[in-house]
């Protein structure tokens, strides 16, 4: 593994215990009993979704770093790759989580447009990856 890719795997790690931390979070919510949380199925459904993504994106993006130096990419290719990787658990779940940020909140706000900005990240990530793999 090239050590850009190595930097970028620890920044990813780096991470891991924020995902953990919000896991926990919804946990105390639940055992709480927080109004604004269990009483709000758009929240608590977008919540969750962010929480979920978060976790399998992240290791979607360390798998995918192992395959980004075996790839028939010029440099800037590569960075751009694993910039993306990196972008897509971030983004994606920010805006489930931001877009029903108040605990009153029956719809989501206009962030929910960062989910699918996560989406197309990941999606142009694997696309040129695997272009460059095969």
Do not use: E
Not at 54 to 69: E, I, K, N, P, S
Not at 89 to 100: A, E, K, Q, T, Y
Not at 121 to 127: K, V
Request: charged share 10%.
């Amino acid at each position: 593994m090239s050590p850009a890719s190595s930097r970028t795997a620890g920044i990813v790690l780096i991470t891991v215990p924020t995902v953990a931390i919000g896991g926990a979070g919804l946990l105390s919510f639940i055992g709480r009993r927080t109004p604004g949380y269990l009483d709000n199925p758009v929240r608590r459904g977008l919540w969750r979704a962010g929480h979920a993504h978060a976790g399998v994106l992240v290791m979607f993006a360390l798998l995918a770093l192992l395959y980004v130096d075996q790839a028939d990419l010029s440099g800037g290719l590569r960075t751009l790759v694993r910039v993306l990787f990196v972008a897509a658990p971030i983004l994606m779940p920010l805006g489930f989580f931001l877009s029903v940020v108040r605990p009153g909140d029956t719809r989501p706000n206009k962030l929910i447009w960062l989910t699918g900005l996560g989406g197309s990240c990941l999606a142009a990530a694997a696309l040129t990856l695997g272009i460059g793999l095969v």
